[in-house]
């Protein structure tokens, strides 16, 4: 069965800075990867997915990730941080018509 | 609407009793799932629907769960016999179709307090 790590439970990083969250998956055909953001009250929103192609896909919000099949990831990046960015993040794939998530990484942004 | 609609937002109920939670996809939306989401972990799938049928039950954790969707549309997770193991955040999701090239759009959920 495939399997989602997201080995970061907690990230802070300043305002301004840069960040990047990892998530590495188990799955032996091609993977089609997602990210979500999901901040306090609120629903679980689609940052960005790969399905196949350019590696490096662009989402919302000034998010990008890049996939790896060598390494199994698919880490989430953003050059410069917003105190807006402050929510939780979770990793997913798509197999067998539903997704399977990570356990997520909660960032916080200093001032 | 615009999104996917639950209902209730908070629920408080007592060890034993029943409890129905709504879901509304976003219309048009043929495909609809259920997740629950513990306090610091991911979600966790539960059931999906394509159309009216379950096409995938095998996340539901005991037959204290069930869900339905009569209509093709609007769906109710109902659990019996609540446990407080059951309090959680459940969240449900609506897709245009099934397979991965199709989004899929979650709304805020309904929090499950078990007392």
């Known amino acids: 069965a495939q399997s989602v790590t997201q080995p970061d439970i907690h990230i802070t990083v300043s305002e301004g800075a840069s960040l990047e969250l990892r998530c590495n998956y188990s799955y032996g055909a091609t993977p089609y990867l997602f990210w979500y953001v999901q901040s306090p009250g609120q629903g679980l929103q689609l940052l960005l997915k790969?399905?196949?192609?350019?590696?490096l896909v662009q989402g919302i919000k000034g998010f990008e990730a890049e996939f790896k099949r060598s390494q199994s990831s698919f880490n989430l990046r953003k050059p410069s941080v917003h105190w807006s960015d402050a929510a939780e993040y979770f990793c997913?794939?798509?197999?067998?018509?539903?997704?399977?998530f990570g356990g997520g990484t909660r960032v916080l942004v200093k001032p | 609407g615009a999104g996917v609609s639950q209902t209730p937002s908070n629920k408080v109920t007592e060890k034993g009793k029943y409890v129905e939670l709504r879901c509304d996809p976003i219309?048009?939306?043929?495909?609809l799932y259920w997740y629950r989401q513990s306090l610091g972990q991911g979600p966790e799938f539960l059931i999906y629907?394509?159309?009216?049928?379950?096409?995938?039950d095998s996340g539901l954790p005991n037959d204290r769960f069930f869900a339905v969707r009569p209509e093709g549309s609007v769906s109710t997770l109902k659990i019996q016999r609540t446990e407080r193991g059951d309090s959680a955040v459940y969240l449900c999701?609506?897709?245009?179709?099934?397979?991965?090239?199709?989004?899929?759009?979650f709304g805020e959920g309904s929090w499950l307090t078990v007392v």
């Open positions: 790969y399905f196949s192609g350019d590696t």
């Open positions: 219309s048009g939306h043929t495909a």
């Open positions: 999701a609506s897709s245009l179709g099934q397979g991965a090239g199709n989004t899929i759009y």
């Open positions: 997913a794939v798509h197999q067998g018509n539903k997704l399977t």
């Open positions: 629907f394509q159309g009216t049928g379950a096409a995938d």
